[in-house]
């Protein structure tokens, strides 16, 4: 017997988080480890109207052809792609990897490549989702992978991840409504704000944090994040103008199955003109170098997933931590008014929650603290149970 959770979890992706209405096309794309999931999705997506179809992806596959491919053959998208993101009418993705690190030996040139010839993929997959003409939702199948990656057992990585989705209540899809709400409240008033002032005072041996964004409310525009593109979800961001100073992330940085630890990023004129890392620096800056986009911040976000207390690896969690707020650097979202164009979209996540003797930090908006220690404080904003 399937597994009850997947079905409420399905039955929150194509009811609530992408709205699958009759006629709609609906692509899934998942590794075949997710079937599960996907057989409950499939049948949720038949259920509301829609014409389910599956589009497997495959990590060994993906492997080979990282480990034996050319050049030419690593910047090569296949027309289907394309034709697939401009086909479907709502995209919904399944994260579900057999091995997290399968990607660490692998050459970080080799693997820029391949990102590369991603971005007119990317770029009509933005557009389309700017324009309303596409909606899409992913979310992760817990494996034993993401499991020993967040040390944990399946089982309880399993209810990590079905708990941080508030599936076990009665009616899940109401409380990402009330979270909204709420998330509203905090998009409202950033609205009318022009700056933003990350600060974590100096401490443990390094400089804290001391980031000043650019979200000029002509350009700018917050986005409330509660379920209906990443799910488990739970934070606001918008798209950055420029910033300034520089950020030393508390958790480590993961991307393709690297963990990059001890990262500091200096900021001028919106661009990253200084980058370190105690391990795997020399893989933060080829990434860093993949192109012209990829120094400039793509995105500045809180997150509010109150839910989502510990780090575990996994950025769909960890950027949604309630008491965090995480930055992108490479590609921005064209509705957030960020239009930057990179193959590169890596979110790094900064706690400002006191912790172990470390002090917390604020956020300030055109000099007005409205979170501090992790918390906001304004009414009726997200916060702990």
């Not at 030996?105 to 003409?133: C, K, N, W, Y």
């Not at 606001?236 to 030393?248: A, D, E, I």
């Not at 989502?308 to 769909?316: D, G, Q, V």
Request: net charge negative.
């Amino acid at each position: 017997m399937r597994d009850q959770r997947l079905d409420r979890l399905a039955d929150v992706l194509v009811r609530y988080s992408t709205k699958v209405r009759p006629g709609d096309l609906v692509g899934i794309s998942a590794d075949p480890i997710a079937m599960p999931l996907i057989e409950a999705t499939y049948e949720a997506i038949l259920r509301a109207g829609g014409h389910p179809i599956y589009r497997p992806r495959c990590e060994s596959l993906e492997e080979i052809r990282l480990s034996v491919a050319s050049d030419e053959q690593l910047a090569f998208l296949p027309p289907t792609d394309m034709d697939y993101i401009r086909a479907v009418d709502v995209h919904i993705a399944f994260w579900a990897e057999v091995n997290t690190r399968a990607k660490t030996t692998v050459d970080p040139r080799r693997l820029a490549i391949a990102q590369q010839s991603t971005r007119p993929h990317m770029r009509a997959f933005l557009e389309r989702v700017a324009a309303g003409e596409l909606r899409w939702v992913g979310t992760l199948f817990p494996t034993q992978a993401s499991a020993q990656d967040a040390e944990m057992s399946l089982r309880d990585y399993e209810a990590f991840v079905f708990g941080a989705g508030c599936l076990h209540l009665d009616d899940p899809a109401s409380h990402w409504q009330r979270l909204r709400e709420q998330q509203q409240r905090v998009c409202d008033w950033l609205a009318s704000r022009r700056e933003l002032h990350f600060f974590v005072p100096p401490h443990d041996g390094h400089d804290g944090t001391d980031l000043r964004v650019d979200v000029d409310p002509a350009r700018s525009t917050w986005i409330n994040c509660a379920g209906d593109q990443n799910f488990p979800d739970g934070e606001v961001f918008t798209g950055p103008q420029s910033v300034s100073g520089h950020v030393n992330y508390t958790f480590p940085a993961v991307y393709r199955g690297r963990e990059v630890t001890g990262v500091r990023l200096a900021f001028r004129d919106g661009r990253v003109v200084d980058a370190s890392a105690t391990k795997n620096e020399d893989f933060l800056i080829e990434m860093l170098d993949q192109d012209e986009g990829a120094r400039n911040l793509g995105e500045i976000a809180i997150g509010t997933n109150y839910a989502i207390r510990r780090f575990t690896r996994n950025t769909l969690f960890d950027e949604k931590i309630g008491g965090t707020f995480h930055a992108a650097v490479g590609a921005g979202y064209p509705e957030s008014g960020n239009a930057n164009e990179s193959a590169l979209h890596w979110d790094m996540v900064c706690d400002l929650r006191p912790r172990e003797g470390l002090p917390g930090g604020t956020i300030s908006a055109d000099g007005e603290v409205f979170h501090r220690d992790g918390r906001f404080t304004l009414d009726g904003a997200p916060g702990p149970a």
